[in-house]
């Protein structure tokens, strides 16, 4: 089923956004004078929900709005009533009077919030647990937007302070570009008249925009489809990534403030517990629903409908289901991932924080840095321990990649000549001539900027093409084709002209080349010297020279105490195919196609393995 991230769907003209060209605003200027108050009573505690599937574990162990007897949050003695949250500003507010002592969100639209919730000690926010991660928000571009580097210089619509300015800084610290190499069109709404996709829609001189999954649809057609201009697409827009890509992007999390977590922490153990258990659940009914029907889920779907109103889930099958579709539970193990694994260093809690703050400061949603406080909570206790079905005594690291697919899709994409289209970034180190080791001490920015590109891209892989240079397989095709007559040759050094069957015949047609070669037009192979074996040695050199560097990197990650999965990275061998210069004319040429590519690469999602929690 396709995935619908209708997030916040609800906050069209309520939420608390103005012009589309305005520009951005400190987040306390935006909200307005508020006073902070103590904390108000809290029977029944109010929990703000928003418009995401994450929220249907909350909704099944609550029962619904209010908690009702025999569910989960009652089982564990809670009172809970559940408010609607889609208008954050208001969320703020209320938090800083007191109303509700907790605030739901993504990560950094909390962290654009740091510094009003921060100032005062009372209120500062206490990140207290992961719910999900986003696999339902994208970027369509046009054509002049293939990669994420290509972002340089474009004219980009996006929903103001909401879930998807995370998601842009993300690409753009991907494609180390500042925001003021955008021209960045801030729209009120995330769907509907006055949002990015209509944006994009209506005005050409728009590049791209940030969207949810129904918009990407409307104007895309299919997730691999390139829109034609007819049933309603736009013409050559097209998906250039995704979260269910940039897995690590769009952290949706449940925070507090601090009074209230030092007062009252055992009742926010509960409300946690009870939620992480009502997503176990949620789970377990999805798949029945999946493989043959349930009744019970089905049900969840109608009270998800019955909450958020038919204009926002219009169908149970397709809306309602696809809304939860669109999220993945982290459950006990990705929160002990999030909070408590130190080698987690770029999409844990402290890697959030510090992405989350250094974007406020520098985006100008904040003028000083306050930091958020990691959750406390014991995700060992008793609480959790004894009332889940899943869980971990200590972080680990879920295997995700399947090896053999990840490596069989690269080689398949590479052979067809399609790697490229399936690019989101590269970059590229050079080395010398016959070199064997990358040392960290000369490549660790490049090491640092991949860990991190394999991290919050949590699905794709990260190529590593080891590129020669095919001076060598120059000489040995003339010296070969001039002594066995194939080539003719005329005019001067420096100034030469090939001729093959009467025709002109270039050395800079590298795929041409390439093709004679393989044909066996030039020699039949067997000796050493021959353009035949002298390609196939540079393949075979630069398939190793991919090995050395990928082994480094592992080796540097393991040295930082940094996570990651080694079946993510894939060497392989391009040799003479890609040249920077087809015809080097001297040593300075000749060193520019030596190097080795780093490409992060979008596979399908045959190559992931499946799990219940993504951690």
Partial sequence: MPLKRLIIVVLLSVIYFVSLTSAQQYFSDEIGPTRV??????????????????????????????????????????????????????????????????????????AQASEVIGRDPRTQGVVFGQLTWSAGDHFVGRSNIRKISDLKGKKIAIQKGGPHIGMLYDMLLTARLPKSDLEIIWMDELTGANSPAEKFRKDSTVSGCFVITPDMLSLVGDYQAVGDGTGGTVKSARLVVSTATLSRSIADVYACRKDYSDKSRGIIEKFFAGYLKGAEEVIRLKKSYESGGSKEYTALLQMMQDIYGKDVLPTLDEDAHGLIADCTFVGQPGNMAFFNDPTNIVTGFEGFNKNGLDM????????????????????????????????????????????????????????????????????????????????EARYREEFDRVIELASRYGNAAVAIKGHTDPSKVLFALVKTGIKRGILKRTGTRGNYEYFMNGRPFSLEDTSELIRLIQQKKFDDGSDFDGPYQIMRAGLKLSEQRGKAVKQAILAYANRLNARIEAEQIVPVGVGIKEPVIAKPTNPAEAGKNRRVEFALIKISSESVAEADFDF
Avoid at 38 to 47: A, C, N, V
Avoid at 65 to 72: G, K, R, Y
Avoid at 407 to 425: K, W
Wanted: hydrophobic share 40%.
């Fill in 37 to 110: 108050r103590i904390i108000q009573s809290q029977d029944p505690l109010l929990i703000p929900y928003i418009t995401w599937g994450g929220e249907s574990a909350l909704f099944y162990a609550n029962g619904g709005l209010n908690t009702q007897p025999n569910s989960i949050m009652a089982s564990l003695g809670l009172n809970l009533k559940l408010v609607p949250g889609d208008n954050f500003m208001q969320q703020v507010r209320d938090y800083l009077a007191g109303k509700s002592p907790i605030l739901r969100g993504t990560f950094r639209m909390i």
């Fill in 360 to 439: 406020a400061v520098n985006w100008g949603f904040a003028r000083k840095r306050y930091d958020l406080i990691p959750s406390s909570l014991d995700f060992n206790s008793p609480t959790f321990a004894t009332f889940l079905t899943t869980t971990v005594t200590t972080p680990i690291q879920r295997k995700r990649f399947k090896e053999e697919s990840v490596r069989a899709e690269i080689e398949t994409f590479s052979e067809e000549d399609v790697l490229d289209d399936n690019t989101l970034i590269s970059f590229t180190i050079q080395f010398e001539a016959n070199q064997d080791t990358f040392s």
